[in-house]
């Protein structure tokens, strides 16, 4: 994408040609960017922001003229915020030399601002900052919100009435939860649009930054080989698959209020599922593609309960430590019947998907940390050698995996001949290991996202459409979920989760990958 277009200068931090998505360089116009983090005190701008930043930076990406201004409501000086900010930078690739040089060169270009989300005289105050480092030149204005969603309103009312740029760009990337069901998303949406129109709010799902999310299209529409066999034809199901093997840790206030299917799989795995799903796009324009996302989201059949299992993990003691239970966060209420686990049966009731079952799974303080999309074929119509195989017949059908993280990689598993003189059959797995294969380290999903936001690159970020339909798909549920109050099936920390998950699966003849 933008090293696509060879836009790299050898000089970090220096991109002689960075481009606009009006197809002028930030050089050509004289232009220059702002990029403002709110709430630039907390766990997210820490933890991936300023470091997505600043390996942005150290990469060449960021235009010349560029600053970044921390906003929140915390007293810090712009010293306290750049060595606040330090802590989390790193070189990613391989302390590759003169990386202190560049956080240092990067530091100097972060300052800070400390006032109130609802204060449009605080906005004002950041405006003037804003218009001293820009120096006179055509000021493209990003605001990055990281802070909770009931001061979102607030504080795009305030940045766009007293700090939005006036003859150049001014774009605000909004973080999830947008919203908690369709109501109170629509609600969301109409307040931004008093203030921004669509194509200035950058709804971000950072899975959709995921390397191998990215990669997920040219796999199918590069490649002669898959595009035929991606239907209903050839596929016997789809499965999703989101596991951390850490509880809500310091998070819990939040989950509560949201719980896995909001947080997890109504964005995270809808999005993949969209995009494994779609038609192939007109092109690969943002619109066309996202276009063909909300004609897949408006296709799936409404989700029943009974394709739900909702799970909450308990505490457990292994190898004499005690794992604590969701309830024994102090920030989450006792009692509280909010799941961290749930494993759905999907439907895309359209004609390449009718009938196949896409199978989504996703959950806290489980055993393992991945995130996957595995596709299982049809058996092999009159196979000859079904009796070579085993008694496994399902075993032995080809399966696609897409190993997201961790350990990226792509996997093929086919049926081969043992080597020797008999025949025996064993399965093999055709693999692209990314770290075998490339020596260059992943970006982290948030630089791409954030490059493109800059760069004005729609297509990673989620339209007001495709976010109404993926809540028109789980409110119901949510809902009834939430008013029969239903128990989760209770798991240990640590395990595979319930075993109503298997039950679920085994009753569309699948078995979890
Ligand atoms: P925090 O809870 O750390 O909040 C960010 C900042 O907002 C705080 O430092 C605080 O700054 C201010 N703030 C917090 N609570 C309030 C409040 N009630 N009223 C006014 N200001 C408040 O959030 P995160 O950094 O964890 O997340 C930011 C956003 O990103 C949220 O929308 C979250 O859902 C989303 N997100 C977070 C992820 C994560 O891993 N942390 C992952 C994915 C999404 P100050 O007091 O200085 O003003
Ligand atoms: C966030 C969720 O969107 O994604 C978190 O709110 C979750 O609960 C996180 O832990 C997972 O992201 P990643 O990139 O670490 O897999």
Known sequence: KKLKDGLLSATAGSVEESKDSSGFSFEETGSTVSITVVGASGDLAKKKIFPALFALYYEGCLPKHFTIFGYARSKMTDAELRTMVSKTLTCRIDQRENCGEKMDQFLERCFYHSGQYDSQDHFAQLDKKLKEHEGGRIPNRLFYLSIPPNIFIDAVRCASLSASSGNGWTRVIVEKPFGRDSESSAALTKALKQYLEEDQIFRIDHYLGKELVEN?????????????????????????????????????????????????????????????????????????????????????????????????????????????????????????????????????????????????????????????????????PGNLYNRNIGTDLDRATNELVIRVQPDEAIFLKINNKVPGLGMRLDRSNLNLHYAARYSTEIPDAYERLLLDAIEGERRLFIRSDELDAAWSLFTPLLKEIEEKKIIPEYYPYGSRGPVGAHYLAARYKVRWG
């Open 216 to 380: 997920l299209s040219v796999l199918r529409f590069s490649n002669l080989i898959f595009e035929p066999l991606w239907s209903r034809q050839y596929i016997r199901n789809v499965q999703l698959i989101f596991s951390e093997d850490f509880g809500t840790e310091g998070r819990g206030g939040y989950f509560d209020n949201y719980g896995i299917i909001r947080d997890i799989m109504q964005n995270h795995l809808l999005q993949i599922l969209a995009l494994f799903a779609m038609e192939t796009p007109v092109s690969l324009d943002a619109e066309d593609i996202r276009n063909e996302k909300v004609k897949v989201l408006r296709s799936m059949r409404p989700l029943q309960l009974e394709n739900v299992v909702t799970g909450q993990y308990k505490s457990h003691v292994r190898g004499g430590v005690t794992y604590p239970a969701y309830t024994d966060d102090k920030t989450v209420p006792k009692g509280s019947l909010t799941p961290t686990f749930a494993a759905a049966a999907l439907f895309i009731d359209n004609a390449r998907w009718d009938g196949v079952p896409f199978l989504m799974k996703a959950g806290k303080a489980l055993h393992n940390k991945r995130a996957e999309i595995r596709v299982q074929f049809r058996h092999v």
